[in-house]
C-alpha cells in the first residue's frame, strides 16, 4: 500500500501471506526494508507490482535484523545489483550464535552476504537522507531506521503496539531492549511502521503508545 509519494507498507495479517511487515522507499536508489521469509516472497513481490511498483528496481535490501522472518527473503535479491545490508553486530551474532535458531525451527542457515554495513549515523540513497539507529534487545545488533524529512520510524521488532520484541530468544537482553525502547521516545514520529502488526499514525498515539510501554511493559 503506497502511503507517501516513495513510501510503501506492506503490512501482512496472516502468516500464509508472510510474516513480518515490509517497508519500500522508492527514489534514485529503491529499498526495501524487511522482505520476510523466502518462501512468502512471492506474495510480497505480487503486492508491490499491484501497487504499480517494479520489484526488479530494488537496489537495496536492509535486515532490521537477522532472525528468519526478516532475512530469509533477502535471498531471493541476491543478484549483483542489489545490495544488502545489516549492521555488523547482527552478522557476528547471526554467524555466532543465531544458528541454533534456524536449527530450532528447521531451517538452515541462509547462505547470505552482506555487502555493507549500517552503523550508527546518517545513511544517504540518492536524496533520501535516513538515520540509523542501534537498537539492542531484541537481537545484538538489531537497527531502526529514522527518517526524519517524514518523521517515519521503521522499528523492526524493537517496539510495536501495545507492545516489545521478545528477550528470550539467544542474544535477547530486556535490559538493552528499555534503553533502546527509550531512546526511540524521544523521536519526533508521525508514523510508527513496527516488523508485525499495525502501523501507528499519529504523534499523540505514538507517543501514549511510548510511555504505556515504558511504564507498563518495561
Not at 515490509?22 to 526494508?33: A, N, T, W, Y
Not at 539492542?136 to 522499528?155: E, F, M, N, T
Request: a negative charge.
Amino acid at each position: 500500500m503506497q502511503i507517501l509519494d516513495n513510501l510503501y507498507i506492506y503490512l501482512w495479517q496472516s502468516s500464509t501471506e508472510n510474516n513480518c511487515n515490509s517497508v519500500v522507499i522508492d527514489g534514485k536508489v529503491p529499498m526495501l526494508i524487511d522482505p520476510g521469509h523466502l518462501h512468502r516472497v512471492e506474495n510480497l513481490l505480487d503486492r508491490m507490482r499491484a501497487d504499480g511498483f517494479d520489484p526488479g528496481r530494488i537496489k537495496v535490501v536492509v535486515c532490521t535484523h537477522a532472525h528468519p522472518d526478516h532475512l530469509e527473503g533477502a535471498l531471493a535479491f541476491k543478484k549483483p545489483s542489489v545490495k544488502i545490508a545489516m549492521s555488523r553486530q547482527e552478522e557476528r551474532f547471526i554467524k555466532e550464535v543465531g544458528w541454533p535458531m534456524y536449527m530450532a525451527q528447521g531451517l538452515t542457515l541462509p547462505d547470505f552476504r552482506v555487502d555493507f554495513f549500517l552503523e550508527e549515523g546518517d545513511l544517504s540513497l540518492g536524496k533520501h537522507r535516513f538515520e540509523i539507529l542501534l537498537t539492542p534487545g531484541h537481537s545484538p545488533g538489531s537497527i531502526c531506521i529514522y527518517w526524519p524529512r517524514h518523521k517515519v520510524l521503521v522499528a523492526g521488532d524493537v517496539v510495536f503496539l501495545q507492545g516489545v520484541g521478545r528477550t528470550d530468544l539467544p542474544g535477547g537482553d530486556a535490559t538493552a531492549l528499555k534503553r533502546s525502547v527509550d531512546r526511540l521516545s524521544r523521536l519526533d514520529v508521525d508514523l510508527l511502521i513496527s516488523g508485525h502488526g499495525p502501523a501507528l499514525q499519529g504523534a499523540h498515539d505514538i507517543e501514549a503508545n511510548f510511555r504505556f510501554i515504558l511504564s507498563v511493559l518495561l
